[in-house]
């Protein structure tokens, strides 16, 4: 069977969703083609946050900001890190990054925000209700109103060639041609063992995938036909390793709400009329399902330990790497009573989800009870936690942790939320040969796209997955 469009887009995740719906939006007929069951890609598992200066929301607000400004403090983020960050690509999204907030909340994506964002300056952080699944619901209302076709469980198998322009995909159902172009939206390569091996910084090998179908298709298909990868060796293992608490066994009810409107508009509501202290509950058991500990409880004297009771890491550099290396592929954070009085009120707080709550060691308590441990003794608290009590007592008592009752909170996890390796593209997100001459017909956005965009914080991420799909589409579609 072999069908046509004016353009194809290989992945159904939140940059291919996007670049569906500018292609539509400007008249153009589009296909999207999806190996999984259903569309969502890694977008469908983020908590939805954005940051864009000069959206609608911020103007309404009263917030006086711009995509010059936000630029600015990306890359002085990025020199605080020491990570390399394309001035290109930052001003490409910096620019568009408010209109692409503005269309989404037009087709019914209801925003919380904007918010602070530390370090950054300005309330520009966009929050979406209730997260990452309600852009894909909206996305693909949007897409089926428009006339988008959606192939999903269909693997493309290769890029189709002739004269030196991409014309479409192969898949097992027969090819599919693109008259306009094709673009590529098909997400890292963070499950796939080989990739992650070959172009990763040593270190990373133990870090558990968020996305598990995250296996670096489009990269391979595009470096088939001559692409090249924007390799990133300043980014070590601890750049890469996120450590973080499992989502609990048991979801939340919060969280297995559906992203409809009238559930999502009185979320939005509620959220801004009633007491803080009605809705702080029920924030919390949506925002701590995967949060992790910051470094001012460490500096206060909690500790890492494995599961043989013994400090393994320096807590306040980056264990992330460390602890994919322990027994399991896991670690507790320990404490004393002295630190949880501390860590019980404002201004220490133990968590925090961006941008919409903080949480203390009472509220892990409460909301994570799956995951919290209380103890008399350091020997009673290693039988709680299957430990060599004898181990765990020294450990206890060599990092002057004294005031019983003694607490535990995992296992934390290192994760690999995504690997910053695309495609290498130019400013009109074409995809470049290895001497830099772009290839016709050829685009790439969000992840398959990166090609040197550093996602520096919470937001940049989403956002460079919309704002990349729907650009790659408008230039595709000019072609």
């Known amino acids: ?35 999984n069951a259903r569309p969502g890609g890694t977008t469908a598992l983020a908590v939805g946050s954005i940051m864009a200066a000069g959206s609608r929301i911020q103007r309404r607000a009263g917030i006086e900001d711009s995509a010059a400004q936000h630029a600015a403090e990306m890359a002085e983020l990025a020199a605080r890190l020491g990570i390399e960050d394309s001035a290109e690509l930052r001003q490409l999204f ?39 699944r309600a852009y894909v619901r909206r996305l693909s209302q949007f897409c089926a109103r428009a006339g988008v076709q959606m192939r999903i469980a269909c693997p493309v198998r290769r890029l189709l060639v002739e004269d030196g322009r991409v014309c479409g995909v192969e898949t097992a159902d027969g090819d599919v041609r693109a008259s306009h172009g094709v ?4 997400g890292d390569f963070s499950a796939d063992p080989a990739l992650r091996a070959e ?3 040593p270190g990373t090998e133990g870090l558990q995938p968020l996305n598990p179908d995250a296996t670096g298709d489009g990269q391979r298909m595009a470096r088939a036909i001559g692409a090249r990868l924007h390799l990133r060796p300043d980014l070590k293992a601890a750049h ?13 009810l ?45 500096e206060r004297g909690a500790i890492l330990v494995n599961r043989r009771g013994e400090r393994f890491a320096d807590e306040l550099g980056a264990p992330g790497a460390d602890i994919s290396r322990q027994p399991e592929g896991e670690a507790f954070v320990v404490f004393d009573d002295r630190i949880a009085r501390l860590f019980s009120a404002w201004p220490n707080y133990v968590s925090t989800a961006p941008g919409i709550a903080y949480a203390f060691v009472d509220d892990y308590r409460r909301a994570r009870s799956d995951m919290f441990y209380e103890a008399p003794s350091a020997e009673a608290l290693a039988a709680r936690l299957h430990m060599p009590a004898a181990a765990l007592a020294a450990t206890i008592s060599q990092k002057g942790l004294s005031e019983a009752p003694y607490y535990a909170m995992g296992p934390i996890k290192a994760w690999l939320l995504l690997t910053p390796i695309g495609t290498a593209v130019n400013a009109r997100l074409q995809v470049l040969k290895e001497d830099g001459s772009p290839i016709p017909g050829l685009y790439a956005a969000g992840g398959a796209g990166q090609g040197g965009f550093t ?5 940049h991420g989403l956002g460079w997955a919309f704002t990349s799909g729907r650009l790659a589409a408008r230039n595709a579609a000019q072609a």
């Open 183 to 186: 673009v590529l939206a098909s």
């Open 94 to 132: 910096t620019e568009h990054a408010g209109e692409t907030v503005d269309f989404l909340e037009s087709i019914g994506v209801d925003f919380l925000g904007p918010l602070e964002q530390p370090p950054f300056r300005v309330r520009r952080f966009h929050v979406a209700l209730p997260g990452g």
């Open 240 to 252: 890469l390793a996120h450590a973080r608490f499992p989502a609990p066994a048991q979801p939340s």
């Open 455 to 459: 996602t520096t914080a919470h937001g």
């Open 199 to 201: 172009l990763l910084s």
């Open 254 to 298: 919060i969280s297995l709400l559906p992203a409809y409107r009238p559930l999502t508009l009185g979320m939005k509501l509620a959220m801004q009329w009633l007491p803080r202290s009605v809705l702080r509950p029920v924030i919390m058991a949506a925002a701590m399902t995967a949060l992790s500990p910051e470094r001012p409880f460490f």
């Open 1 to 35: 069977m072999r069908q046509e469009a004016d353009i194809v887009v290989i992945g159904g995740g939140g940059a291919g969703l996007a670049a569906a719906a500018e292609a539509a939006r400007l008249g153009k007929t589009a296909i999207v083609i999806e190996k």
